[in-house]
T-cell receptor
Framework: GENVEQHPSTLSVQEGDSAVIKCTYS??????FPWYKQELGKRPQLIID?????GEKKDQRIAVTLNKTAKHFSLHIIETQPEDSAVYFC???????????FGSGTRLQVQP | NAGVTQTPKFRVLKTGQSMTLLCAQD?????MYWYRQDPGMGLRLIHY???????AKGEVPDGYNVSRLKKQNFLLGLESAAPSQTSVYFC??????????????FGPGTRLTVT
């Protein structure tokens, strides 16, 4: 089955700096890669996603890049703000099956 | 439009007791999922369903059973709870079709403690 590895497990940045979180996946059939943000005690919330036919996608201060050949994808957050502090999860799935395989999470702390 | 709801929000069980977690969605989604999240870890798939009357095993199905008798409901059962099943359980749903939006919508979670 699919295996998703995520790094780093914790990340601390100064407000205004950029943050990058990286994930690798094992199943070349995976073609959908979402990123979720989870605040303490809350449900995961989708922040951005990308399909395998796209190399990069941006939405305001966040962007995701995908390298299918290397089987890795990354989340980039620019101009970080304290409210970006949360746990971020990457995931991968094959569209027909839909079920997600999650990475282990990255705890991002943005220092004011 | 409530989205995905879960009942109950919290529960404490003794080892060996049984219980059922209920997930309901009002978005007419075909796909539904049960995940568990242990402290400091990502979500792991327990079981999922691609339509009414169908279920399939996920990554960690042992000790759980599921049923999808109605399209809007997906039930997760623990027949004989064990301390290793202490976790937060999330239900999710998504729509169908290659070109459709792939986002999974998550419920608020059920925090289960087995003593």
């Amino acid at each position: 089955g699919e295996n998703v590895e995520q790094h780093p497990s914790t990340l601390s940045v100064q407000e205004g700096d950029s943050a990058v979180i990286k994930c690798t996946y094992s199943d070349s059939a995976s073609n959908y890669f979402p990123w979720y943000k989870q605040e303490l005690g809350k449900r995961p919330q989708l922040i951005i996603d990308i399909r395998s036919n796209v190399g990069e996608k941006k939405d305001q201060r966040i962007a995701v890049t995908l390298n299918k050949t290397a089987k890795h994808f990354s989340l980039h957050i620019i101009e970080t703000q304290p409210e970006d502090s949360a746990v971020y999860f990457c995931a991968a799935s094959f569209t027909v099956r839909r079920a997600l395989t999650f990475g282990s999470g990255t705890r991002l702390q943005v220092q004011p | 439009n409530a989205g995905v709801t879960q009942t109950p929000k919290f529960r404490v069980l003794k080892t060996g007791q049984s219980m059922t977690l209920l997930c309901a969605q009002d978005m007419n989604h075909e796909y539904m999922y049960w995940y568990r999240q242990d402290p400091g870890m990502g979500l792991r798939l327990i079981h999922y369903s691609v339509g009414e009357g169908t279920t399939a095993k996920g990554e960690v199905p042992d000790g759980y059973n599921v049923s999808r008798l109605k399209k809007q409901n997906f039930l997760l059962g623990l027949e004989s709870a064990a301390p290793s099943q202490t976790s937060v359980y999330f239900c999710a749903s998504s729509t169908y079709g290659e070109s459709a939006r792939l986002e999974q919508y998550f419920g608020p979670g059920t925090r289960l403690t087995v003593t």
